[in-house]
């Protein structure tokens, strides 16, 4: 009995039970319309800058110039060069878009077979594509991170915000209180990963500065030596900030969401957890991640049965033939569901009618898959949600049911709050006034 006991000890001395209620909370309706409207606002800004900007080389095989650089990168310049007057043209959010919707089919694929060596590669290969838009596609990346932060900003706070009220307190704020206290907050969301990413940026240019003057000669070695100490301390700055950026941004969201840290409070508050406790971060990550992935296959399984009997329901009722040599109409217009593949394979060239059928069905098939996406956004705030709670109790000792409120809910988040007056001082108050007014009578 009392081995049970402290084994109960121990588990609730980890607290990393309390990472399985994320899959509760990450299904949430008002989480879900949050993560799906940004995931419609990113992808709808994405298709209207490839609209204006079709600016990647397509040669004659459909082969892209992302294609060829993840192959081979030193072969780029010349496949533009060959292709870039006879050669089509695609937009950078379209490529990445086809790249990386394959790319996790893949990797999904190994996972099944328990090929995690193949896992691990495409990932790397997710990485290295983003590379290549940086590199050949700067304005274009540029532009679509600043809005893509600034979507993510304000959804994740959001998130975050219903996460740690409901975490805590066990309340469900609303979909508007939620969006309007991550637009309130928004610089604390919008800044925060940025600060270090400065601090990084801005070491860098002094040591490459630093390198430019070296190029002198005889003074520029000269001061290279002396000037070494302060360019390995600007290194290592570097190297602190860019572990912290890796280990630390989880929770920077929720610091804001739970305590109503500014970006500066932030950094201190993400960094000291994770460096205070980095063997408990890693725990509860992993369990969170573990648990995501279980999560994430019950809801994909889901999603599969629901497509599945549609469309099994549906071909069970049609009969009629179709155009392009298909069995039925339905094939033509709707392939197959498979749990690897949920939308199917890309429809047919039929005629007018069934070509728009098939465009409109589509809508909908992406339509669910939306939500499977927003699915994994809502549980990985959920759960970091979590996690930063757990941190903040163990580091600071600060209570899981302690989170950050204002006095009325139309206040803004940046002002503190008014505390209300007691009845002893309106007493009090009222006293003086008629003490006051005896003596001028």
């Known amino acids: 009995m009392n081995g049970v006991n402290q084994s109960s ?13 994320t899959f509760r909370m990450a299904v949430q309706p008002t989480k879900l319309a ?6 419609a606002v990113i992808c709808a800004a994405g298709l209207i800058m490839d609209f204006f900007s079709k600016s990647v080389v397509e040669g004659s095989a459909e082969t892209t110039e992302l294609d060829v650089y993840m192959a081979s990168p030193e072969r780029v310049e010349a496949f533009i060069k060959q292709y870039e007057d006879t050669g089509q043209r695609k937009g950078v959010f379209s490529t990445m878009w086809h ?11 190994a996972m099944f077979a328990f090929n995690f060596t193949a896992v691990a590669a495409h990932v790397r290969d997710y990485f290295k594509a983003a590379t290549w838009a940086f590199i050949y596609h700067p304005f274009y990346c540029a532009v679509f991170i600043v809005i893509k932060l600034v979507v993510v900003a304000i959804a994740g706070g959001s998130v975050c915000r219903i996460s740690a009220l409901q975490f805590a307190q066990g309340e469900k704020p609303g979909f508007t209180e939620a969006v309007r206290f991550g637009t309130a907050r928004f610089w604390s969301f919008f800044i925060a990963p940025l600060l270090p990413v400065g601090v990084i940026v801005f070491c ?20 290279l030596g002396l000037s070494m100490p302060v360019a390995l301390f600007a290194g290592g700055l570097v190297a602190f900030f860019t572990i912290g950026l890796v280990v630390a941004f989880n929770l920077m969201y929720p610091s804001v969401a739970y305590d109503g840290c500014d970006c500066f409070d932030v950094i201190g508050r993400s960094f000291s957890y994770v460096f205070n406790k980095p063997w408990r971060m890693g725990l509860y990550t992993a369990v969170a991640a573990v648990y995501g992935a279980i999560c994430y296959m019950f809801v994909r399984f889901s999603v599969f049965l629901l497509l599945f009997f549609t469309h099994f329901f549906l071909r069970t009722a049609i009969f009629a033939d179709a155009t392009g040599g298909y069995d039925d109409k339905l094939n033509a217009i709707w392939a197959q569901p498979t749990f690897q593949h949920l939308v199917g394979d890309d429809p047919f060239k039929g005629n007018w009618s069934e070509s728009l059928s098939a465009v409109l069905v589509r809508l909908s098939l992406w339509f669910v898959v939306g939500l499977l996406v927003s699915f994994i956004i809502s549980f990985y705030f959920s759960a970091n949600t979590i996690i930063y709670a757990l941190m903040r109790n163990r580091v600071d000792g600060t209570p899981l049911e302690e989170v950050h409120s204002y006095s009325h809910p139309q206040a803004i988040p940046n002002q503190p709050p008014i505390e209300p007056t007691s009845q002893g001082d309106l007493v009090s108050d009222s006293q003086e006034e008629s003490e006051s007014g005896g003596q001028s009578d």
Not at 103 to 109: D, G, P, R, T
Not at 204 to 212: D, K, T, Y
């Open 9 to 21: 000890d121990l588990i609730e001395s980890l607290l990393f039970p309390k990472v399985f209620q």
């Open 34 to 39: 949050i993560t799906f409207s940004a995931l």
């Open 99 to 109: 790249f990386a919707g394959r790319n996790f089919q893949e990797s999904l694929a």
């Open 204 to 223: 860098g240019a002094m040591i490459m500065l630093l390198g430019l003057i070296t190029n002198f000669p005889r003074a520029g070695e000269l001061i």
